[in-house]
């Protein structure tokens, strides 16, 4: 009898590895349980904000739109030269739980604050994930790069304590707190735990900040015991620069202290493809913003502004983790699967990634690839 049903099996079952692989290998997510809420489709505050972030964003609707994804934007007009965020933006924010946001540029010195930095401090948005990964068909330097970059986002040098302390002397504080570090620690482990990652790296500076980033490792080292299951190591962040662009495939999930999270994260972002097009987000407790993953070139510059070449891609693909974030996996899968497939057939691409298209040939590209 066993020998029959395994001569049955032999024929029922496609003879080539590719075939039992298509047989094997789930062609997309499955959601088993109806949509959260009432099943009305979802509020989400819309940002443009400035340079290319009206262009990108747009790119956004159109591809929402195309889907008939469940969700439709309250849109704001919020710029980097204010001096507040205004408050009904705040409250959209607050009352829709969820943002999706182009680049706010930052005044140089001045006295007008980073509206971002805001935001973040605002609604509590202790963690900034950038993931930097290869996507297929993408010339790169360095293969196999899967990195995501956990950052803390609210205290460290960000915390915007500076003062002059006689005529020709400033003093900025960097603040670094147990709870803060505790927090994005158990998130960054939490995260690697959840998404089957294998291994988190603090990046510090504890031989030089014995206290402030002695602090922040601590921490780590009593998260970590919490999860066994994951290997976890410590890197000096300026070791962890060169490690990165020499090795950059060694790293798997990283978590860090607010400044070199920054540098870190654009780092790797330049690495694994571009600025154009890595993913990002910034969440708290109860809220969350996405936006394009790495802050350089968020803005973009204003020939590509008025040449209507901005590329799409970052801002599409940190849409679809707002997607999944809002529970709706399966529209998530779409829309990366055709984003991915824009990308590696390599017809339609912005200057940035070697290229000559506008974003709106990109996002017809991605509209057709989506049928």
Known sequence: MARRSISILKQILPKSSDECSRFLVPSRSVTYMPRPGDGAPRAVTLLPGDGIGPLVTGAVEQVMEAMHAPVYFEKYEVHGDMKRVPEEVIDSIKKNKVCLKGGLA???????????????????????????????????????????????????????LEHEVVPGVVESLKVITKFCSERIAKYAFEYAYLNNRKKVTAVHKANIMKLADGLFLESC???????????????????????????????????????????????????????????????????????????????????????????PVALLLSSAMMLRHLQFPSFADRLETAVKRVISEGKYRTKDLGGTSTTQEVVAAVLAALD
């Open 106 to 160: 930052t005044p140089m010195g001045g006295g007008v604050s980073s509206l971002n930095v805001q935001l973040r401090k605002e609604l509590d948005l202790y963690a900034s994930l950038v993931n930097c990964f290869n996507l297929p068909g993408l010339p790169t330097r360095h293969e196999n790069v899967d990195i995501v970059v956990i950052r803390e986002n609210t205290e460290g040098e960000y915390s915007g």
């Open 221 to 311: 080292r009593e998260v970590a015991t919490k999860y066994p299951g994951i290997k976890y190591n410590e890197i000096i962040v300026d070791n962890c620069c060169m490690q990165l662009v020499s090795k950059p495939e060694q790293f798997d999930v990283m978590v860090t202290p607010n400044l070199y999270g920054n540098l870190v994260a654009n780092t790797a972002a330049g690495i694994a493809g571009g600025t154009g097009v890595m993913p990002g987000g910034n969440v708290g407790a109860d809220h969350a913003i996405f936006e394009q993953g790495a802050s350089a070139g968020n803005v973009g510059n204003e020939k590509v502004l008025e040449q209507k070449k901005a590329n």
